[in-house]
């Protein structure tokens, strides 16, 4: 009979619980939607050029009078591969495996088709601008993994860090005080910084040395880039803190604002996907700091290449600051 009560005093609970209702029953079913969308979304086309022969044309292929323009467009990612047909050479971007075996396979295809591999026994050259035939899976997905590590435990670490600050009673303890409400989050983002920054760190040299993702561009402006990503996580977990009671409630905000973040970061190829996915995309942090790191560590750019998304990327940390501001206004309305 006691187990009955303690049974229905459970249940009661539950029904009152709407978070918990909502993690329940609606959160599976909203990210096995999201997880269908993204893995149906396909590749995009495959965009492939031409460059010099003026006799060889093919239907949807770009016609370059140079290898420079077509090397600027492949840098704008506009351009997966081309073909120097009167040398037999083919240039693939690179970056990633599947659109590089494709563009490999339709080139070729197509130089079979019009004869002009089968008529001279010189031998198809291929060269990549970026990662390469040898480029491993995990090694053309590690800056994504790397920056959505660093987000999600600088996200958990600071959410329940700040929690514990009003479980507590110390944040109402000085928010009774005559601090100023800007001075008091600056004094949060410093504390808690530091550490957030050396996590951030520690993942960055662990992928880079010891799990040997490649790294073609700077290690300081990776630092920096990762340093930023952290402090969007930091942002975030300390304003989703405010909405939790306890650390429980904090991790229930993971399946429904995390979890789709490493499906639109670009771990998931989505560019054959409708224009919905790729507006979701845009309102995902993680989708631009995957294109910053991807952009370093697999193409070796430097800020002139990755300046908007990381401007992009500064905004969303201004607006959860900014979040984070009103929020303590109503703990504490003057």
Not at 161 to 186: D, K, N, V
Request: charged share 15%; net charge negative; aromatic share 12%.
């Amino acid at each position: 009979m006691r187990s009955f009560m303690i049974a229905k005093r459970v249940g009661i609970q539950l029904l009152r619980d709407k978070r918990t209702l909502l993690m329940m029953f609606v959160a599976p079913i909203l990210v096995l939607f999201l997880l269908y969308s993204v893995l149906n979304a396909g590749s995009g086309e495959i965009q492939i050029g031409i460059v010099g022969d003026e006799a060889f044309k093919v239907e949807g292929w770009e016609n370059y009078s140079s290898v420079a323009s077509a090397k600027a467009d492949m840098k704008k990612r506009e351009l997966d591969a081309f073909v120097i047909p009167e040398e037999f050479k083919i240039i693939i971007e690179g970056t990633e495996n599947t659109k590089r075996n494709a563009a490999y396979h339709i080139i070729t295809d197509q130089l079979e088709q019009e004869n002009l591999n089968s008529s001279s026994n010189t031998p198809v050259h291929t060269e990549y601008m970026y990662g390469g035939k040898h480029l491993s899976a995990f090694e053309e997905v590690g800056p994504a993994i790397m920056g959505f590590f660093i987000f999600l435990y600088v996200f958990i670490t600071s959410g329940v860090s700040f929690l514990r600050e009003r479980t507590f009673g110390t944040l109402e303890r000085s928010l009774a005080t005559s601090i100023r409400r800007s001075y008091m989050l600056i004094g949060y983002f410093l504390g808690y910084l530091p550490f957030v920054a050396c996590q951030a760190f520690i993942i960055e040299v662990f992928v880079i040395f010891v799990l040997d993702v490649p790294l073609e561009g700077s290690l300081l402006l990776l630092t920096f880039v990762t340093l930023v990503i952290a402090c969007v996580a930091l942002a975030l977990g300390l304003l989703l803190s405010v909405f939790a009671k306890n650390e429980f409630q904090l991790i229930q905000f993971i399946p429904i604002l995390l979890v789709p973040q490493i499906l639109f970061s670009g771990l998931f190829d989505i560019t054959g996907g409708g224009q919905w996915i790729n507006t979701i995309a845009n309102l995902m942090p993680l989708s631009f700091a995957t294109r910053i790191l991807n952009a370093i560590m697999l193409r070796g750019e430097d800020i002139n290449w990755i300046w908007s998304d990381l401007l992009i990327l500064c905004s969303f940390f201004l607006i959860f600051v900014m979040a984070n501001s009103i929020m303590l206004r109503k703990e504490r309305p003057f």
